[in-house]
């Protein structure tokens, strides 16, 4: 089986100083790619640049800010300038706080909007034309089961993260003829963000992580095993587009947005489709989360826990 390897390719990754977006960084760099390393915490980008290189990788870090076109153009910039080229984007700054709606103030909600859905807006605009100028490029962003499925105190981030889907969706019907794919992820691992609030500070004791999920220890796995599905979405060879994929845990599976069979009568009332509220509803074959819990747990049965 040939390995996918990004020794011609240059890797954009926003918010890469730590969790998700470090792994991605140096998953990437083990196969080739150099690597921008782009992240606020100029002290975190450096130590993952400096674990790339000491590995004999091709690495820089970089701290503008992704929430505006000139952040985002200074990063593409840098890109250039350092390796000439950028041919990949990993979309993956984000910000998470966690509040009931009436909670939730305009600067909290702008904020969370800024990064997440604005950061992935800019980013994607600044490597554009240089993705169709040479005739490749992809695009991976990071949305979120709090979006498609939802979750209380995560109102703001839902939204944002839904509107990462949405950018990713429409994106990819321009790509054209011009080689780039636009495709997300929607991952789920115990990360730095979540792991205080969701699960009581909770993360895995050994190397093994796969027997700290059957023992209860950790309710899913780290984050370099999603990192494995940003590179096969990233790869020259890969030519999916307008997709979004679930991945935790070893887990990877494709995210539809279904619409089910419904009812119909041209003649309808309100009073139609109360009585009939049931056959409308009905989804039939497949899954629907209805919480980011219910996806969850489908991880520990698949290790017999």
């Known amino acids: ?44 980008a450096q130590d993952v640049v400096a674990e790339i290189t000491a590995a004999g990788g091709r690495a820089i870090a970089d701290r503008h800010s992704v929430v505006d076109a000139p952040g985002a153009q200074a990063i593409v910039a840098a890109t ?41 807006f800019q980013m994607s605009k600044a490597v554009w034309p240089h993705f169709v100028t040479q005739g490749h490029g992809r695009i991976v962003n990071t949305t979120s089961n709090a979006g498609f499925a939802g979750n209380e105190t995560l109102v703001h981030y839902g939204a944002a993260k839904m509107g990462v889907a949405g950018l990713t969706r429409a994106l990819a019907q321009e790509v054209g003829e011009t080689g780039i794919t636009v495709n997300a992820i929607a991952p789920m691992a115990v990360t730095r963000m979540n792991r205080d609030v969701f699960f009581g500070g909770a993360e895995s004791e050994s190397d093994d992580w ?17 990192s494995p599905t940003v590179l096969w979405l990233a790869h020259r060879s890969t030519t999916i587009n307008s997709e979004i994929f679930s991945t935790s845990s070893g887990k ?43 996806e969850l747990m489908l991880i520990p049965p698949l290790f017999g826990a």
């Open 1 to 44: 089986m040939a390995e996918m390897r990004f020794d011609d390719d240059v890797v954009i990754i926003t918010g890469a100083g730590r969790g998700l977006g470090r792994e991605h960084a140096l998953a990437f760099a083990r196969r080739g790619a150099a690597v921008v390393v782009n992240d606020l915490d100029a002290a975190a």
């Open 80 to 120: 250039i300038a350092a390796f000439g080229k950028v041919t990949v984007l990993v979309n993956n700054a984000g910000v998470i706080d966690f509040a009931l709606l009436v909670d939730i103030d305009d600067a909290a909600w702008r904020r969370m909007i800024a990064v997440t859905l604005d950061g992935a």
């Open 210 to 226: 796969q027997a700290d999920i059957r023992d209860g220890r950790v309710p899913m796995g780290p984050p370099s095993i999603v």
């Open 252 to 294: 990877v599976a494709r995210l539809a947005f279904v619409l089910s069979d419904g009812f119909f009568d041209p003649d309808h009332t309100p009073e139609t489709l109360r009585d009939h509220a049931e056959q409308i509803r009905m989804i039939g074959q497949g899954f629907e989360p209805r919480s980011t819990g219910d």
